[in-house]
């Protein structure tokens, strides 16, 4: 499967400084020609759902053999994997796996996957950065890959597909606490995303708590004074 030139960026880093211009930085000095487009650099910091589910969204309108560079990492500098994965869609995806491509993996399935050296295969003199692999790693690898100065079976050994970080509801043993994919802020939805999980109690709450255990009570009373009986038209 061949690359077409296009490398299109995901990250939570926002715009407010020089990290996804030093992304663009890196691509551009690898390759001057590459097209390089952005998906959202908006994503809740730290949230992997979200992102997962903003590359599900977008993906599929890409011609076959895009580059996508994802970047949510809050497990930067620890054990976690980067990898890079070829769709069965036919498109590229450079990531943390960290459960980023939950939802690729699920609609549009993987047919292959690559584990990245983060120490050999980075940008040249960035040994002493740990914590932006984004540029470092990502940016500079995901260049490489779409302007094809870099082919898929050299990126790094193989890795099974089914053994990616995936994001399960949690489940235990009287609950499973499950989430709303996106809330689309621009169209009328609330600002953040809904997560499904307990809420403190408000005075509304404790009234109907309340009056529910008087309703019960009562009903218990009428009971035993009808002797088993609510109404007895007979005595």
Known sequence: MMTNKQLVLQTDFGLGDGAVSAMYGVAKTIAPALHVADLTHEITPYNIWEASYRLYQTLSYWPVGTVFVFVVDPGVGSERKSVCALTKTGHYVITPDNGTLTHIAKFFGLKALRKINETTSRLP????????????????????????????????????PATIVKLPPVVTADSITGMVDILDVRFGSKKKRTWYTQQPFKASDWFVVILAIALFGITLYLFKLNHGRFYDPFN
Request: glycine share 12%; aromatic share 12%.
């Open 125 to 160: 003199h960035s040994d002493e950065s740990h914590t932006f692999h984004g540029r470092d790693v990502y940016a500079y690898n995901g260049a490489r890959l779409a302007s094809g100065q870099l082919d898929f079976s050299d990126i790094g050994p193989k890795i099974d």
